[in-house]
Each structure stands twice: as C-alpha cells, then as structure tokens.
C-alpha cells in the first residue's frame, strides 16, 4: 500500500468495477428521468432493514465517540425521514410493492450486510458502508441540471447529492483512512476483499436493474 488515503487505495485496486457503477447505463438514465425505476426500487427498498441494521452495528463497534454521533444521526433519517418517507411515495406513484421477492443479488447484498454486522468488525461494516453510499455519490453526482421534473428521478439523485450527503460520504472516507494506518497488510487485504465485493455487488444490482 503507498502513502496515499486508504480509501482512496481501496477504490483504485477495483477501478474498473468502479466505474462499471457509477458509469452504468441504468445509473446514468436515473439522472437523465429516463429509467424505469419500479423494479429497481422494489428491490433497493429491500435493503433498508439491513442498511439500518448496519449503522446500528456502527454506532455499537465504533472504536470513538466522534465516530458514533455521525452514524446515529444518519440512521434517524434512514429509519424514520428521508429515505423510506421516498420509497413509499415513489412506489405508490409507481404502482410498486413494498413487500416485493429479493432478487438473487439482492439477498447477496443484504447477506454481505448482515455478514459484517454480525461479526461486529468495524472496518469491514464502514467498508461495506462506504461502497453504498460513495458509488451512489459518484453516479449521482455526474447528473446534469436541470435536473428530471418527476420527482421520482430527481429526489433519488437529490437524496445521494448535496453537501449533506457529500459530508456524509466524507466522513466514511475519513474513517476508511483514520483505520487503514493502523492495520496490519493481512487485514487492509481483509477491507479491500469485502470492498470488493460490495462494488461487484453494486454492479450486478444495476445489471438486475436494467434486465
């Protein structure tokens, strides 16, 4: 590993995956309101147990206080605003199931989630959170205004954009590369084979999404 932010080392070492996300084709008809979105958020909605359930795993294995506050926060507006306040209107306007059969890859993905919140290790659960949040950054980030007028489209690029959630990534970020110092090379490998997996995960998702 070179002196560069681990995170940023994490990325690199799945650059190809990477780009195969945040440059899909689906992710990129997302930003342009052309997406058929029913499906995709049936399913994406199917995380949220599991994505709650891991920032609750943060906040339990954080090594520092600091660390803890972010990722309390963050799970209040998943839990109780933003993000399921969204996925029930968009499905409703959609003529979307809450209640909808996980796909193949998405009961791998939650099983990913539920795998490192089980085991409680720290620098697996914010790998893993981090994938999520910061491929949805870079693919949400590339969208050029004016922005879709269906607020279908336009709220999902909204709620994965913005200084909040870029604050939020950063603090991921940061995590990533306060931790990654202080491990020994057995276990940056350990990080980058579960990052790994998560950006694979993310790249068959939209593969899912666009079949």
């Not at 199917?46 to 906040?59: E, Y």
């Not at 809450?98 to 914010?126: K, W």
């Not at 336009?154 to 990534?169: N, T």
């Not at 950063?170 to 084979?193: H, I, K, S």
Request: hydrophobic letters at 45%; aromatic letters at 12%; one cysteine or more.
């Amino acid at each position: 590993m070179s002196d560069e932010a681990f995170s940023t080392w994490l990325r690199a070492q799945c650059a190809e995956e990477w780009e195969a996300v945040a440059g899909h084709p689906f992710a990129a008809a997302i930003t342009t309101g052309t997406a058929d979105m029913r499906h995709y958020l049936e399913q994406d909605f199917l995380f949220v147990d599991s994505f709650t359930a891991l920032l609750g795993a943060a906040v339990a294995s954080a090594d520092t206080f600091a660390a803890r506050v972010p990722y309390g926060k963050f799970l209040g507006q998943v839990a109780t605003t933003e993000e399921k306040t969204y996925f029930h209107r968009a499905l409703a306007e959609l003529n979307g199931s809450t209640d909808a059969a996980p796909e193949p890859v998405t009961a791998e993905f939650r099983a990913l989630m539920d795998e490192v919140r089980t085991a409680q290790d720290y620098p697996l659960i914010v790998a893993v959170l981090c994938v999520a949040e910061w491929s949805y950054l870079d693919w949400a980030a590339r969208a050029q205004e004016p922005l879709p007028e269906g607020f279908v489209h336009r709220e999902w690029i909204e709620l994965h954009e913005g200084a909040d959630f870029r604050a939020w990534v950063g603090f991921l970020r940061g995590e990533l590369d306060r931790l990654g110092p202080e491990l020994g090379e057995r276990r940056r490998y350990e990080v980058l084979a579960v990052f790994r997996r998560a950006v694979s995960l993310e790249r068959r998702f939209f593969d899912m999404a666009s079949a």
